[in-house]
């Protein structure tokens, strides 16, 4: 790389001055360590005697034929062009021609790295993505961010240089699904801050939202038919550090879909019953089996009318209603019918109500996902079962593998995201503790695959990284929450139990800090992390 060293001297010398030893220029910072990535990859082999720089004649290269690659490139270009400054045009790979820069290839890559693995190697002519699709090569180019100085991600041209560390990363993801769960139905969040959190969380290679859209506080999606679930239902919320109500349009919901999708990322919609439900009987007098509708529910907990009516036809009618239009605005093969916390119904009426609700899910084409409880009561063929307090003792849970159902897991005291890291942490007000303390080291030490007794291997489909916004009432305090300990999970869900180790962690979590300070994410600074100093 060409220093400016040699200009100054010359400049210096020429104007007949000496040369002062203290105005030597700092070299430029040494590039991030291949390997420092949050979710640690699968292989890392550093080599240091290369590396590449970006510059202002590099190129961002794709695969002629692949426009999911193509989209992934412009999308690239975009992040990286205002920091630096530089064109970085996107253009076709040619054949045999090494170009300068950033190549995204799909194909030729190891059929065992799956549709998320990808392979980045990067020597002196540039840095080279292969996958075996377009989401492997997304994966790929999220990594490559993580090298990159964090001043990539600035809005304005920033000093250089762009150094990228020699070596090569093959990664692939130990469980194929990684989710987060965001509950808009408590405190609602905007289309556009829904985005920023999935912009945040696909940085660690998220690949679903479950997106928690109704419960008794607050409705959360228009359903043509029904317009009083948003104009009433949609106009509440928690009241406790001020209502955040609204909801989104057909079209709001289908741009979220998109951004997400543009990120490989899956939307699947929850639509909560027979439980979590005052919202609706709010919204229709008819849902509710004494005819009267109940009055809006702002508190925290169990509403006073928590249950859909189960012996009304009317009642399914509004669910076929709702799943049908929010499964025709949906491309992903799920949708969550919720189905947690229904102790207040007798066993046979929730059986009842969960064959039917499935029945009606199936019919419009999608796969149903459902809380743990639902296990009960579901056909697992197919299902996911959110497993969020482990039971050794649910024998249905237990059997759910062995029918053909899999159990995503998010066992509460350690995953669930709004309970507090310790007492008033991140700040009094903020989060909950009912499942305990979280502290970073808990959010990493547990295993997917031992949680639940008697569910493992090929039972386990992943891990979900819920957040419920009881006591969460902004973006700032949705990031505190989240940062860092949603990194810790999706590593659990992404590499393999060999890279598990707690320093190793730490070490690369605090790396991410002068990215979430770039990006105004407002991370909580946990004592259990060697931050670099501001
Ligand atoms: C839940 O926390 N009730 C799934």
């Known amino acids: ?40 990859p699968v292989s890392v082999h550093a080599n240091t005697a290369v590396g590449y720089t970006l510059s202002p004649t590099s190129v961002i290269s794709y695969d002629l034929g692949n426009s999911a690659t193509r989209q992934v490139a412009q999308w690239l270009a975009g992040q990286l062009r205002p920091s630096t400054g530089y064109p970085l045009p996107v253009v076709p790979a040619v054949p045999f021609v090494s170009l300068p820069g950033i190549s995204l290839a799909v194909g030729g890559a190891d059929p065992s790295w799956g549709s998320e693995g990808y392979r980045l190697a990067v020597d002196n002519g540039g840095v080279h993505i292969k996958a075996n699709s377009a989401n492997g090569v997304y994966d790929g180019v999220q990594t490559l961010l993580q090298l990159l100085p964090a001043k990539f991600a600035a809005k304005t041209a920033q000093r ?41 969380v696909s940085r660690y290679k998220i690949n679903y939202l479950q997106l928690h859209l109704t419960d008794s506080q607050g409705w959360r999606i228009q359903i043509d038919g029904w317009p009083r ?47 979590h439900s005052n919202a609706a009987l709010a919204s229709y007098a008819e849902l509710n089996c004494d005819g009267v509708a109940a009055p809006l529910f702002q508190g925290v907990g169990p509403s006073p009318h928590e249950y859909l009516c189960l ?37 046979a009426d929730y059986a ?33 079962i959110g497993l969020w307090i482990p039971d050794p003792d649910d024998t249905r849970l237990k059997a759910a593998p062995a029918a053909g159902g899999k159990l995503v897991m998010s066992p509460a005291f350690t995953a669930y995201m709004d309970m507090q890291y310790a007492a008033d942490k991140p700040a ?22 031992t949680v639940q007794d008697g569910v493992s291997g090929s039972g386990v ?37 060999s890279t598990h180790d707690w320093n190793s962690f730490r070490t690369r979590l605090a ?16 004592p259990q992390i060697p931050w670099p100093t501001r």
Do not use: C
């Not at 070596?167 to 408590?186: C, H, K, M, N, T």
């Not at 001020?242 to 057909?250: E, K, N, S």
């Not at 036809?313 to 969550?336: C, E, K, M, N």
């Not at 039917?356 to 197919?382: C, F, H, M, N, T």
């Open 229 to 275: 679930l948003t104009s009433v239902g949609g106009s509440s919320g928690v009241s406790a550090g001020g209502v955040r109500a609204g909801y989104y349009t057909q079209a709001d919901y289908e741009q979220i879909v998109r951004y997400a999708a543009a990120r490989f990322i899956t939307v699947i919609p929850e639509i909560e019953g027979p439980a």
């Open 461 to 497: 489909a992943g891990v979900n990284i819920p957040l419920f916004t009881e006591y969460v009432h902004s973006p700032a305090e949705i990031d505190s929450l989240v940062f860092p300990r949603l990194p810790a999970i999706a590593e659990l869900g992404w590499s393999p139990p």
């Open 311 to 347: 012996g009304k036809d009317i009642t399914y009618t509004f669910l076929d209603d709702v799943i049908r239009q929010v499964a025709a605005l949906t491309p992903g093969p799920y949708l969550s019918i919720g189905g947690d916390e229904a102790a207040g119904v007798s066993a």
């Open 511 to 526: 790396a991410q800090a002068p990215y979430w300070d770039q990006t105004g994410v407002h991370f909580y600074r946990s």
């Open 160 to 200: 250089g240089p762009w150094p990228v560390a020699g070596g090569e990363i093959v990664d692939y993801p130990r469980y194929a699904y990684r989710g987060a769960v965001l509950d808009v139905a408590r405190h609602f969040f905007t289309v556009a801050e829904v985005e920023r959190y999935l912009d945040e």
């Open 1 to 40: 790389m060409r220093r400016t060293a040699p200009v100054v001297l010359a400049v210096t010398l020429a104007a007949g001055l000496a040369v002062p030893a203290a105005a030597a220029p700092t070299p430029p910072a040494p590039p991030i360590p291949l390997g420092q990535v949050v979710p640690a």
């Open 352 to 384: 009842t109500y969960i064959h039917r609700v499935q029945a009606i899910v199936a019919k419009y084409g999608k796969k149903l996902v459902g809380w743990q409880e639902s296990a009960a009561a579901i056909d697992p063929a197919g299902a996911l």
């Open 428 to 449: 009094a007000g903020v989060g909950n503790n009912w499942a305990g303390y979280i502290e970073v080291q808990d959010a990493y030490n547990w295993d997917p695959n």
